[in-house]
């Protein structure tokens, strides 16, 4: 790997932002989110296979944004985010420097040896291994460990199920949640001003974690990143519930591609799926 | 009562004996801490990591009615909510999270006394048992605790090798729960629980709360806050994982057109939510200033009021943090920036 | 290629030559015909006019059988069983109630889902370069009428590989083989069908006019995909010129026959010989020079 | 709040199947309800007066009425609230009858489906908030869409008025296809002379400025208000300077290469053209994909002749910009294309009539420029193949149309009767010639048409036979026409010299494309919709956008004529007050809220959305949020349900009103 | 135990211009349908937010209804459009956790189709009562009630 230090502090330097998001090593591997705002604070930067964290998530957080133009280490996956946070006009292009990594796949979680049985689920297939947009690209992609994809047989599994089967599965799963809204708040494009569920007039989203108030809010989470959700997640990563989240994120994103060939976070050019319409969409379900 | 010895065969026998008599048994298992179906479920690891949420949950529920209400053309008819009186045993827990009820109990008895806290935990029953694990993320020494501290455990277990523990009573309660199973006991052996307690490692005290909490009383404005905050993301998983975080914000729920229930939910100081007022104005705005106000009121704010640390050194915020924030990292700071003062 | 085959009675009775010659150039053109074990009556004809749900469940039975069997397609060379199997399948998906009622008479459970093709599709799936490169010989002296008739391109709204009105599929395969095609008005008009047996006389009418039709632009045969049409224009071909008298001849073959020439196949191996008016004499003999080369 | 409620028997109409006294009764219980009661009529002036007089006693401030649909009375109550002093949207309707009692027998169940409704409507009123309606300033000026008969109709009404018009005519004349047209039924009329005069009063007018060969590129803006681009394509011809000798055409070495769209490909044209000779404005354009010029650069003989130097090679398309109050479309139809299958897949062509494979087949505006003294044949009726005169023609109507499996399942109205012209004008002309008509049924509803009909059968010997043709086949230079006469029950064959085709009138190829331009609806046939087809019917449902002619659906000169007046009228009605009055029903920003992802703009089909910064004291941007524009607004609340934080919000449908009703359910 | 039919409760939520006045018309053409759906008028498809459908459900709907213009037909253009594709990702989530796809039903019923209004409710109704109550909803929404 490049010397991270190094790349880092010249974006300091040479006056191209002003303060730049990257992972600092915490104790050997385990790495750690971090906003160095001067040159100095760029000394811990790492890359490593536990660069975990999708650090666009701090693209939209006020604080972050008083700094002015940002530079942000991004695999392939996180600059996803960015090419959706673009779609949504929430980040200006010019305001964000991007240090594209080539990526050979993360761990699944910290304190984990990498190998095909620890690599991260959403590294499997991945196609944007190279970011599809930077302004400076750092590493060289290599072989990645072969897995399976378990949640996509989990997924296909779910599928051939019965309405009552598939009911009480997520019924179980979301009755564990406790409305902590780590999912959302470790979300990049979870971004509103005043998420759907603190809103109390009216209560579209009960805010209890009871039965119902946690079935409303996972299924419009999901629908809410429905054509949206870029796959890094992170919700589920930050879930301390370990409530399966991707299945229901990932069974979106297969219904955009198998509805519409659209797969997101690819092209900030593409008109979003929801907000765009073919007058020749899917009518079968509809009498 | 003395200290007995009990095989991990006749704790599981005992636990299934509650279970017949429709006790809830509670013990940390691989996935938390679970409502047992069966005592063979019991592990009783202590060398196990902690749990990913304390069981806060079974004696401060992460959602409950409060009061059911029905409306009327102009009236509004309030109905109680029943409690059920069920007795609760919380079995093999760690010191840290023992430790939490105690802690709570002030905040929900001091100007208004909370009675669902209360009749809950008047039934339950804590069996706490001593800690062999130890990671980065334990600090429980720093906060006046330690992996064989038996405070706010009735009953407090030591094991000694693979199937037999010690028993030590605690409390008069503990005595009273443990009388109906006094066939299970076998009398204890002098010593050999105290060298199992020698043996456990201690995490290392890594601040000094005294001069922590002096440190925040002068530093309400300092730089400090800000370079650590900043990364936090807002959401509440270290306040619900926490054992003894205990806001809670009320909500009404209609379920239907004139019936409904106010209940009570699990708020988290990290939401900016949290203090918005209804102007519109929020004295905690940015994500700083509400890190500012966890780590103040755990260990200032709280100690002033209720002379009690709000931590138990558990770690499970640490553990879990999206973007591993270090409690015990940033606390031991401030008792850096305190030495330095 | 192996693909469901689906004989249907003419195949082995009165059009016996068309079900010889389709075994034969299929196996010419690696194609595996696998029969429907066990097949019955299509339900066409007396079938359908005597009871609806009747036809409906014979179709059914076969279509059920094949599925057994696991074909995933089932070709059927005969005009009316094609179009008997085809209506069938999309009158039980349109409604459940009926395919209900109808998998209780046939007593077997029906999945619906295999596909029915007609011969011109199958030469389609095979494709013409396939066809050029078994080609022996090139039938450059036959000017052929193709005859559609009535069932091969309808029910438009089931088939859709062509238009019903102005169908050209038939046309472009046969030119596949050498022989050039005639532009000629009747290719769809009727040729009395089943009034063969009760109305010799309407089939003596409308098929004569067929025959001049064809032969008037030219044609100096007639290729036709259909028994009935078959025996109509070739059987009754006799009596057409019996009740008119100069009236010319003209041979009328099966679509597998010509193709059959084309692919080096001889008289008898396609059953050319059991035709009642004789393929002519001329041509024969220019196929024959041909094969000799 | 205090409520009044009140019940609607609508004579019998309600009150038959649900018990009115037990809604009202039921409704007293209901939260917030202080009043309620029922009566006979609550439309009526009296009806009207206990709701009025039940504001005044009672200080209600929110009026819950069951009665009939809201789109019946709702205007009526509403007036009636606001006339006893409370806010007309604070008023609520309930729909007990074509919702409740015409659609249920069960008075038990029909009474208690009403209680539920009057429920979802006083929840709903509780959350109404008091609304004005929004005033907008008219811009007097009038765009018309087309430049035929119905569009020339409108544009001289509304000019005659006193107020501007913009015509613009996507061909280079004006005249549309009535120009096209030999005689007109049921009168014979000479198409041409009743049309130039008209023609020519267009160009002349003062208020009138004539585009022709343009076309509207894009519409923006709303009624009242509109700003709309045209382009105007280049002709090649500076029309300032072009006196219209028309010696560029004449010398014009290009005869035989291009066919005249006028003549309906019967003709030639030059490739610098005027269309026909009372073309107006009377000003040729250059076809470029024939134009020697344009292909390789070596002839330039227009420039040569031209004496005025009128001839632009270099000319490009303008794009000019207009502010514009009122849009009346007028674009016309098109004739059913037989030749060849249409684009839609599922519609079949009439491949078996042989039209594009024999030239002696001909469809309804190809016979026109033939019996036509402008046509190519100077009204002599030859046919195209050979010049010979026909001595048998067979006209087939219905092609097309009344055919769902091959065309369209709509009747195209105007063919029986053109059929009839045709067959007339032939007859009168070759008098020992036979004229056949294949019909289904003769449709001849209008002023003197069934009598017009009925002169072509029994005086001028038409022979009508009832039935289809099956298949049209050329044998010996004859057509031989395959047809079935029902009412004989007989097949029929006729060997015919030519065949008239009487196609279907169907919409323009690009009309949708138009549609989506300007915004609004067209039906699955491509035709522009009326609001509503019996009392609406020349209103489109985007305000401010009228329509006039056969674009709406298939209809003849007089009805076009008729509904282009009735357009402009419409027009005028607009432009009687200075300020227009609209629904207050559109979306509103919560700026605190906004994120500013912008979903709202991109579903929003006015393009009412605007991006506003927000800005600090000190003039920084804060953040950028969505804005509406509330002139562009509609009201459909798309975007309300596009935004994820609900930051959006649809006023008279927020989502405290819809979630309060949803929660009357139970 | 109960002898009396299952009546479910269906909410249906219909664009003000297309559907609501289809249901008018059958109205007016006094034709009879189940009289088991509450309709909520929306000024259009587009209105409608998967939000509502969902607390449609918690509020103890049986099933919903969600109706409006035919594409192409829309009052404002597109909203039936963009109505459409939200409903293809959101019908699919429900189906995917086990919301019946027999208990949300889509139509287009043009102003025109009162006959088509009435078919579509009762063949929706039907539908509704071969599936019986909502019991999996039901049973999440009584977790906390009065005292039971």
């Known amino acids: 790997m490049d010397d991270i230090k190094k790349i880092a502090r010249e974006l300091f330097t040479s006056g191209k932002v002003n303060a730049v998001l990257g992972y600092v090593s915490i104790n050997g591997q385990r790495t750690k989110p971090f906003l160095a705002t001067k040159p100095e604070e760029t000394d811990n930067f790492i890359i490593n296979k536990y660069i975990l964290n999708n650090l666009t998530v701090y693209l939209t957080k006020k604080e972050i944004l008083k700094y002015g133009k940002i530079g942000i280490f991004a695999k392939g996956c996180d600059v996803k985010a960015i090419v959706a946070l673009l779609q949504e006009s929430q980040i200006k292009r010019e305001e964000v420097y991007i240090v594209g990594i080539n990526c050979n796949g993360v761990c699944a979680d910290f304190d984990m040896e990498f190998s095909g049985e620890t690599i991260a689920l959403k590294c499997l297939n991945c196609e944007v291994r190279t970011p599809k947009l930077y302004d400076e690209l750092i590493g060289t992609t290599e072989e990645m460990p072969k897995a399976d994809d378990g949640k996509l047989k989990m997924i296909r599994k779910i599928e051939a199920l019965s309405s009552a089967e598939k009911w009480d599965i997520f019924e179980e799963q979301f009755d564990k949640c406790i409305k902590c809204y780590a999912c959302r708040q470790a979300c990049p494009l979870c971004y509103c001003e005043r998420c759907i569920s603190d809103k109390s007039v009216p209560r579209w989203i009960e805010s209890s974690a009871s039965k119902r108030g946690n079935f409303s809010w996972n299924i419009i989470r999901a629908f809410h990143l429905a054509g949206r959700c870029i796959g890094c997640n992170e919700c589920e990563r930050a879930c301390p519930m370990e409530i399966p989240l991707s299945l229901l994120n990932r069974k979106m994103a297969m219904v955009a591609q198998e509805e519409f060939k659209y797969v997101s976070g690819l092209d900030p050019n593409t008109p979003t799926l929801i907000g765009s319409y073919d007058l020749k969409d899917d009518e079968d379900f509809i009498e | ?341 | 290629m192996q693909i469901g085959y689906y004989p249907g009675c003419s195949l082995s009775g009165t059009a016996k030559e068309y079900g010889k010659s389709v075994r034969a150039i299929f196996k010419q053109l690696d194609v595996e015909l696998a029969d429907v074990t066990d097949w019955s009556c299509c339900g066409a004809t007396s079938g359908h006019v005597t009871s609806h749900k009747l036809a409906m469940a014979l179709s059914a039975r076969n279509l059920a059988l094949a599925e057994k069997q696991g074909l995933k397609e089932i070709f059927a060379p005969c005009a009316a069983c094609f179009g008997r199997l085809a209506v069938t399948k999309q009158e039980l998906k349109n409604s459940p109630a009926l395919k209900e009622e109808i998998e209780g008479i046939i007593e077997d459970k029906l999945n619906n889902t295999i596909e029915i093709i007609n011969i011109i599709q199958l030469f389609q799936k095979i494709g013409k370069e396939k066809i050029a490169e078994k080609k022996v010989l090139d039938l450059k002296n036959l000017k052929a009428a193709c005859y559609y008739g009535c069932l091969l391109v309808r029910p438009f709204n089931i088939l859709h590989f062509d238009d019903a009105e102005q169908p050209t599929s038939f046309e472009e395969l046969v030119k596949s083989t050498g022989a050039e095609v005639v532009e000629w008005n009747y290719k769809l008009e009727c040729c009395g069908a089943a009034h063969s047996l009760p109305r010799k006389d309407i089939v003596v009418d409308l098929s004569k006019k067929i025959l001049d039709d064809a032969m008037k632009h030219g044609a100096n045969v007639l290729v036709v995909a259909c028994p009935m049409c078959h025996s109509n224009l070739d059987m009754r071909q006799k009596n057409i010129i019996k009740a008119n008298p100069g009236q010319k001849e003209i041979p009328v073959l099966y679509l597998s026959e010509l193709i059959g020439l084309c692919l080096g196949l001889d008289n008898k191996q396609l059953g050319i010989n059991l035709h009642t008016i004789d393929f002519n004499i001329r041509l024969k003999k220019n196929v024959e020079e041909e094969v000799a080369k | 709040m205090k409520i009044g409620v009140f019940i609607c028997h609508c004579g019998e109409n309600i009150g038959r199947t649900v018990d009115c006294v037990r809604v009202a009764k039921a409704c007293s219980f209901f939260p917030n309800v202080v009043h309620s009661v029922e009566y006979k009529y609550m439309c009526s002036d009296p009806g009207q007066n206990m709701i009025k007089q039940a504001i005044k006693d009672l200080k209600l401030d929110g009026v819950v009425v069951g009665s009939c649909s809201p789109h019946m009375h709702e205007k009526t109550f509403r007036k009636a609230v606001s006339d006893a002093g409370v806010n007309p949207f604070l008023c609520e309707i309930a729909n007990l009858r074509e919702h409740v009692s015409w659609v249920h027998d069960d008075k038990e169940v029909a009474t208690d489906k009403a209680i539920d409704l009057m429920r979802f409507a006083v929840e709903k009123v509780k959350r109404n908030a008091p609304l004005k309606t929004i005033q907008v300033p008219v811009t007097k000026r009038t765009l018309v869409i087309g430049g035929g008969i119905a569009g020339i109709q409108a544009a001289l009404d509304v000019a005659n008025a006193g107020y501007e018009v913009v015509l613009v005519e996507k061909e280079p004349s004006i005249g549309g296809h009535m120009s096209q047209l030999s005689e007109t039924f049921p009168t014979l009329d000479c198409s041409q002379c009743i049309l130039t005069p008209r023609m020519v009063e267009v160009y002349q007018h003062p208020k009138i400025k004539l585009m022709t060969y343009s076309e509207v590129e894009k519409v923006e803006g709303f009624i009242g208000n509109f700003k709309v681009t045209i382009r105007k394509k280049a002709r090649f011809v500076d029309d300032t300077l072009c006196s219209g000798c028309g010696d560029c055409a004449i010398k014009c070495p290009i005869k035989k290469k291009a066919l005249s769209e006028f003549d309906e490909k019967l003709a030639f044209r030059s490739a610098i053209y005027v269309p026909f000779p009372q073309a107006v404005p009377n000003i040729p354009v250059i076809d470029k994909e024939v134009c020697t010029y344009f292909k390789n650069g070596k002839c330039s003989m227009c420039v040569k002749v031209c004496g005025r130097n009128a001839i632009k090679f270099d000319q490009q398309d303008e794009f000019i910009s207009e502010d514009i109050g009122a849009i009346i479309v007028a674009t016309g139809y098109k004739l059913y294309t037989i030749d060849k299958k249409p684009e839609a897949s599922e519609i079949k062509g009439y491949g078996e009539y042989g039209y594009g494979k024999y030239k002696d087949v001909v469809d309804g505006l190809q016979f026109e420029r033939i019996a036509s003294a402008s046509g190519p044949t100077s009204g002599e009726f030859q046919r195209p193949s050979d010049g010979k005169t026909p001595k048998k023609i067979v006209f087939i109507q219905c092609v097309g149309s009344r055919d769902e499996s091959k065309g369209f399942s709509y009747c195209s109205k105007i063919c029986c009767m053109y059929t009839a012209k045709h067959a007339m004008l032939y007859k009168h002309k070759v008098h020992d010639g036979e004229a056949y008509v294949f019909y289904m049924d003769i449709r001849a509803g209008g002023k003197m048409y069934e009598e017009f009909v009925r002169r072509a059968i029994e005086e001028d010997g038409v022979k009508y036979i009832r039935g289809r043709v099956s298949r049209i086949y050329e044998e010996d230079g004859k057509y031989i026409v395959k047809g079935e006469d029902t009412l004989a029950g007989v097949p029929i064959q006729i060997d015919a010299d030519m065949v008239v085709l009487a196609t279907a009138m169907v919409a323009q190829t690009d009309a949708p494309k138009l549609a989506q331009t300007i915004g609004m609806p067209y039906d699955n046939y491509g035709f522009y919709s009326e609001v509503h087809p019996k009392l609406r019917p020349v209103e489109s449902s985007t305000g401010g956008v009228f329509l006039a002619g056969a674009c709406n659906s298939p209809r003849d000169i007089p009805d076009s004529v008729a509904m282009a007046s009735a357009a402009a009228a419409k027009a005028l009605v607009l432009f009687g007050s200075d300020m227009l009055e609209r629904e207050p029903t559109i979306a509103f920003v919560n700026e605190n809220l906004c994120a500013g992802c912008f979903y709202c703009k991109k579903v929003c089909a006015y393009n009412a959305i605007e991006v506003k910064q927000i800005k600090d004291k000190n003039g920084n941007v804060i953040k950028e949020v969505a804005f509406v524009n509330s002139g562009l607004c509609q009201g459909c609340g798309t975007c309300n349900a596009t935004c994820p934080s609900k930051a959006i919000e649809l006023i008279g449908y927020t989502d405290e009103q819809i979630y309060a009703e949803i929660a009357a359910l139970m | 135990m109960e002898n009396k039919t299952f009546e479910p409760k269906i909410i249906a939520f219909v664009c003000n211009w297309c559907t609501y006045t289809g249901a008018d018309l059958a109205g007016t053409s006094r034709m009879k349908y189940e009289p088991n759906v509450r309709l909520i008028k929306l000024p259009c498809t587009g209105r409608i937010d998967p939000v509502m459908i969902l607390k449609a459900f918690e509020k103890g709907a049986d099933g919903v209804l969600v109706s409006g213009c035919h594409p192409g037909d829309c009052h404002y253009n597109a909203g039936n459009f963009h109505a459409r594709r939200r409903w293809i990702m959101f019908h699919k989530l429900l189906d995917f956790v086990g919301i019946d796809e027999n208990r949300l039903h889509f139509s287009w019923v043009s102003a025109s189709e009162g006959k088509k209004f009435v078919d579509v409710i009762n063949g929706f109704v039907n539908k509704v009562k071969a599936k019986g109550p909502f019991e999996k909803y039901e049973k999440i929404n009584k977790e906390f009630v009065i005292n039971g």
Not at chain 2, 25 to 41: A, H, M, Q, T
Not at chain 2, 87 to 96: E, L, N
Not at chain 2, 252 to 280: I, P, V
């Open chain 2, 1 to 341: 009562m003395d200290e007995k010895i009990i095989t991990k065969e006749n704790l599981k026998a005992m636990c299934s004996e509650l279970l017949k008599n429709n006790v809830d048994v509670i013990s940390p298992l691989e996935n938390g801490y679970l409502k047992l179906k069966s005592g063979d479920e019991l592990t009783l690891d202590s060398k196990a990591k902690h749990t990913k949420a304390s069981f806060k949950e079974y004696v401060f529920p992460k959602t409950e009615p409060i009061i059911f209400y029905k409306k009327s053309q102009s009236d509004v008819e309030l109905l109680d909510v029943k409690m059920e009186d069920k007795q609760t045993v919380i079995f093999g827990a760690k010191p840290c999270d023992v430790r939490s009820i105690g802690i709570l109990r002030k905040v929900f008895n001091w100007d208004y006394k909370d009675e669902f806290f209360n009749v809950r935990t008047n039934n339950t029953i804590t069996i706490g048992m001593m800690c062999q694990f130890c990671d980065d993320f334990c600090f429980c020494t720093s906060v006046g605790l330690s992996p064989v501290s038996s405070e706010g455990s009735d009953i407090f277990l030591i094991p000694l090798d693979e199937n037999n523990f010690a028993l030590r009573v605690i409390t008069p309660k503990g005595e009273e729960f443990i009388k109906p199973f006094g066939k299970y006991l076998m009398d204890g052996i002098k010593g050999k629980s105290e060298a199992a307690e020698k043996n456990v490692k201690f995490p290392e005290k890594v601040f000094d709360s005294e001069k922590v909490k002096e440190w925040i009383t002068n530093n309400f404005e300092n730089e400090y806050w800000n370079t650590i905050g900043k990364m936090c993301l807002g959401c509440a998983q270290c306040a619900f994982v926490c054992p003894v975080c205990h806001c809670f914000d009320i909500v009404d729920e209609d379920y239907n057109y004139t019936e409904g229930r106010r209940m009570k939910n699990w708020d988290g100081c990290q939401f900016d939510m949290f203090t918005l007022h209804a102007s519109g104005h929020n004295p905690r705005d940015i994500q700083s200033k509400r890190y500012r106000q966890r780590i103040s009121h755990k260990f200032k704010y709280y100690p002033d009021k209720f002379n009690e640390i709000l931590c138990t050194g558990c770690g499970r915020c640490s553990r879990g943090c999206p973007v591993s924030m270090d409690i015990k990292e940033i606390v031991t700071g401030i008792g850096e920036l305190a030495n330095k003062v």
